[in-house]
C-alpha cells in the first residue's frame, strides 16, 4: 500500500484495481472485467490499457505476471522490482490468481528507454 500511495500520479493496479481508490487514486478497469468482455472488444481495452502505458500516465504499475504488457512497460518504465519476498505474498482464499507483487516505476525524465518504440505504442 506504502507503493501505491508514495506513487508520483495514478497507479495501474491490474488486478486489483480497487486498492489505489482507498488511497484516493483513480480507480481503473478490473482485469476480471476485461477477461468477460467479448472479442473484439476485450482486445481493444487491452489495447486501451497499453496505450495508456505508452503514453506513461502511471506512475506505477503493479503485476502478477512479468509477460503482461512486457513491452509496453519496458518502453516506458524502469525493470520490476519484487515488492514482498515471494514467501510472504498473500494468496487469496478462493481462485488461483497470484496477487500483485511485481512494481513497474515510471521512468525518470531524461531516461530514454529502450530505442524501439514497441507497435502498442505506435512504433
Known amino acids: ?20 481508490r482507498t488511497l484516493g487514486k483513480p480507480d481503473h478497469a478490473a482485469r476480471v472485467a476485461v477477461a468477460i468482455l467479448r472479442p473484439p472488444m476485450d482486445r481493444e481495452v487491452g489495447r486501451q490499457i497499453a496505450r495508456t502505458i505508452c503514453d506513461g500516465r502511471y506512475g506505477a504499475v503493479i503485476l502478477s505476471s512479468p509477460d503482461e504488457f512486457a513491452d509496453v512497460l519496458a518502453f516506458r518504465y524502469l525493470p520490476a522490482v519484487r515488492i514482498l519476498p515471494d514467501a510472504a505474498v498473500p494468496r487469496t482464499v478462493a481462485g488461483s490468481e497470484p496477487n500483485p507483487n511485481l512494481l513497474y ?19
Do not use: I, K, Q
Request: glycine fraction near 12%.
Open 1 to 20: 500500500m506504502e507503493e501505491v500511495r508514495a506513487a508520483d500520479g495514478p497507479v495501474l493496479l491490474y488486478e486489483r484495481p480497487y486498492l489505489p
Open 105 to 123: 516505476r515510471r521512468r525518470p525524465a531524461g531516461d530514454p528507454g529502450p530505442d524501439r518504440r514497441p507497435a502498442a505504442c505506435g512504433g
